[in-house]
């Protein structure tokens, strides 16, 4: 397993494929590696299929047990993005969508 995370850490755009197995032992660098990775990719993102992608890389990292940082990171992207309306209503429907599934755990 640590093999592994060191391979993820070296090629983080990896973590969304491992960072179910890795979590479980290493959830803390997981974590991080998908906060990068949501932070590169989410200025560039200007299509509605690119928020969608930035949406599905925050529900993985809360899959991984990042449950707060998702919805820190949400909130930070709607507030950083204002302008960005598709982004915000993808955003927006990720929310519901956590809170639903918390409910129903």
């Known amino acids: ?13 990896y973590v969304f494929d491992y960072g179910k197995k890795l979590a479980k032992q290493y959830k803390n660098e997981v974590c991080l ?15 509605r299929g690119q928020y969608k992608k930035v949406c599905s890389m925050i529900n993985k990292m809360h899959g991984f047990g990042g449950i707060d940082e998702a919805y820190r990171v949400i909130t930070d992207l709607k507030s950083k993005y ?8 993808e955003l927006e429907l ?12």
């Open 1 to 13: 397993m640590e093999r592994l995370m060191q391979q993820v850490q070296e090629h983080p755009e």
């Open 82 to 89: 204002p302008r960005r309306s598709a982004m915000i209503e």
């Open 33 to 47: 590696l998908c906060l990068e990775m949501i932070e590169g990719y989410s200025p560039d993102a200007k299509t």
């Open 94 to 105: 990720l929310e519901i969508k956590l809170q639903k599934n918390r409910k129903q755990s």
